[in-house]
C-alpha cells in the first residue's frame, strides 16, 4: 500500500476498474483541458452558437473527441459512485438495489448523451 486507502486490487473487475480510473481520469484531464481551452477560452460566447456547434461537428475528429470524453467522464463517475455505493451501504438489498438504479440511469444518460453526439445533423438551408 502506497497511501491512505485501500491497497490497489489484486485481481478480477476491481482490479479493471482501479486501472480504468486512473487511465480514464488521465485522459479526462486532457480531454477537458482541451475543451475548455477551445470552448471558452479561444472562443467566447458571441461565437459559439448553433453554427458553430454545426460547423465542429461536420468533422468526425470533434464528434469522436466529444464522444470520449463523454464516455469516459460518464463511466469514470459511475465507476466512482459504485466504489462510494459499496463502501458505505451495508446491507445487501440496498446495494443491489442502488447499484442496480446506478447503472440504469448511467446507462441512459450515456445513450442519450451519444444518440445526440452521433446523430447531430443540421438542417440544410437552400
Known amino acids: ?11 478480477g473487475l476491481e482490479l479493471y476498474a482501479w486501472v480504468f480510473m486512473r487511465i480514464s481520469g488521465l485522459a479526462l484531464l486532457f480531454l477537458a483541458l482541451g475543451h475548455l481551452l477551445i470552448m471558452h477560452l479561444i472562443n467566447n460566447v458571441e461565437v459559439i452558437d ?4 454545426a460547423a465542429r461537428y461536420a468533422t468526425p475528429f470533434w464528434r469522436t473527441y466529444d464522444l470520449l470524453m463523454l464516455w469516459f ?25 442502488s ?5 440504469v440511469v448511467g446507462f441512459v444518460l450515456l445513450t442519450l448523451g451519444s ?6 445533423h443540421p438542417p440544410t438551408t437552400p
Open 99 to 103: 447499484l442496480a438504479s446506478l447503472f
Open 1 to 11: 500500500m502506497s497511501g491512505a486507502g485501500k491497497p490497489r486490487p489484486e485481481s
Open 50 to 53: 448553433f453554427k458553430f456547434v
Open 73 to 97: 467522464a460518464m463511466i469514470h463517475g459511475v465507476n466512482g459512485l459504485r466504489t462510494v455505493l459499496v463502501d458505505y451501504i451495508g446491507a445487501r438489498g440496498w446495494r443491489v438495489l
Open 115 to 120: 444518440l445526440a453526439i452521433l446523430t447531430f
